[in-house]
């Protein structure tokens, strides 16, 4: 089991970066897929990107190709989430989530992730 803690939101303007990393505690970290997910004020979480275990696979939603990468450092227990050029619409609370089991494509619903952290506020203004 492990748990998860995200850092590094904040406000942004249009445009801007942010990078968000998650903290993870416990020994099934570097077993275990890792997913951001997002969830806006009334609407349903939502996958942002996906990473399998060894850091070789990558998966993104379409509204975040090309903008986010995912990486992930199992020596540090931490997964990062690079945002950049930023658009309002990216505005949501993001989660970091541990799926425990092993999946090809790492999955995409929220469903299949039993750990997650509290979530880091992310907006974007002008």
């Known amino acids: 089991q492990v748990q998860l803690v995200e850092s590094g939101g904040g406000l942004v303007q249009p445009g801007g970066s942010l990078r968000l990393s998650c903290a993870a505690s416990?020994?099934?970290?570097?077993?275990?897929?890792m997913g951001w997910f997002r969830q806006a004020p009334g609407k349903e979480r939502e996958f942002a990107a996906g990473i399998s275990r060894s850091g070789v696979s990558v998966y993104y939603a379409d509204s975040v190709k090309g903008r986010f990468t995912i990486s992930r450092d199992n020596a540090k227990n931490t997964v990062y989430l690079q945002m950049n050029s930023l658009k309002p619409e990216d505005t949501a609370v993001y989660y970091c989530?541990?799926?425990?089991?092993?999946?090809?494509?790492?999955?995409?619903?929220?469903?299949?992730?039993?750990?997650w952290g509290q979530g880091t506020q992310v907006t974007v203004s002008s």
């Open positions: 416990g020994r099934t970290f570097s077993s275990a897929a």
């Open positions: 989530a541990a799926d425990p089991i092993f999946r090809v494509p790492v999955s995409s619903s929220p469903r299949d992730y039993d750990y």
